[in-house]
């Protein structure tokens, strides 16, 4: 598990052997037209990208001070939907220019620079990490509890982890939340291009939009969360509510007002965009809750509830072909 292995290692192993090099495999499959070896290499990259919201939770209970967390969490995975959009956006304009198959060499390109950067300037903690002042370093160590290096890592209570309440609401909040995620990352995107009639590079440019206030709300969210639980104002609990209520009440009414909202092209995009930008509250909501209720098994947790909360990516296309049996108008 990741609690029991670096961290970084775990992150880089996952793109590295089995997630961004595939990116250019599939180039290569592309243009040969193997639907089994495309298939294959985007099956590899699910499974080496499963490894990277685990390890990163144990990255950030080794760096976060408790009264920085949210924040620091929220910047961290903001970057999943800065990523998006931006991927959303390089895409359209790169298939619209040169042909869909220089997305793959693009992003290839792109996530082995990462690479290489993430090898030169990360580590597991702040013990490890040379580019930070002593000051710092003290700072972090000592709000943490880990000044002295500790190479024993205690065995994970699987019995007190399944019998948890606070483990499964966490769960259940994960899971229903990624439903509408992935209705607004999987399905937006073809409701505009099949019902809105946009064309692709319309599309990508609408699609991406809403990600980029859903990060500056994502920030900003955390932070006040993150100064009124220092100034004692509220506990950790109620703004791990507040935020799990926001990104899934507010997501859930606007995806019921697009049912009625038709063909009309600007309140979709903007009834879409408030859904969007109200998700962004989950990175300081139950995101972050799995290092508050255990700090030395958060990658083991997150790995559980992350993998539940991977089957609506799979549910979700399913559903919405069965609702609309096959009329996408």
């Known amino acids: 598990m990741t609690d029991e292995v670096p961290a970084r290692g775990s992150i880089l192993g996952s793109k590295l052997g089995l997630g961004h090099p595939n990116h250019l495999f599939r180039d290569c499959t592309t243009g040969v037209h193997h639907a089994s070896c495309g298939g294959g290499a985007a099956v590899q990259q699910g499974v080496g990208g499963g490894a990277s919201f685990p390890a990163m939770h144990v990255m950030i209970a080794s760096w976060a001070p408790p009264t920085e967390r949210m924040v620091m969490s929220t910047i961290i995975y903001v970057g999943t939907s800065a990523g998006t959009a931006l991927s959303i956006l390089l895409a359209g304009v790169c298939s619209a220019q040169w042909g869909w198959e220089s997305v793959f060499y693009v992003m290839g390109t792109l996530s082995c620079i990462w690479m290489l950067l993430w090898v030169i300037l990360v ?25 002295q290096k500790t190479e024993h890592h205690p065995a994970v ?48 440019a609408l699609s991406a939009l809403p990600y980029f206030p859903m990060i500056i709300f994502s920030i900003c969210l955390g932070k006040l969360l993150d100064s009124l639980q220092a100034k004692g104002k509220i506990t950790t609990t109620f703004a791990r509510k507040t935020a799990t209520s926001i ?45 508050d209720i255990a700090p030395n098994f958060a990658g083991t947790l997150v790995a559980l509830t992350n993998t539940a909360a991977t089957l609506p990516g799979i549910v979700v296309p399913l559903f919405v072909g069965f609702v609309t049996k096959g009329n996408v108008s």
């Open 123 to 147: 580590q597991d903690n702040p013990n490890k990490q040379r580019f930070i002042s002593l000051e710092e370093r003290q700072m972090i160590t000592s709000s943490l509890g880990t000044e």
């Open 157 to 204: 209570p699987w019995g007190k982890v399944f019998t948890s309440v606070p483990f499964w609401a966490i769960l259940i909040a994960h899971t229903c939340s990624n439903f509408g995620w992935y209705m607004f990352l999987i399905e937006i995107p073809f409701y505009m291009k099949q019902v809105l009639k946009f064309n692709v590079a319309s599309n990508a």
């Open 247 to 291: 990104c899934t009440l507010i997501p859930g009414v606007c995806l019921l007002v697009l049912c009625y909202i038709g063909c009309r092209h600007y309140e979709a995009v903007s009834v879409m965009s408030v859904g969007i930008v109200a998700m962004g509250s989950m990175f300081s909501g139950f995101l972050s809750n799995h290092i």
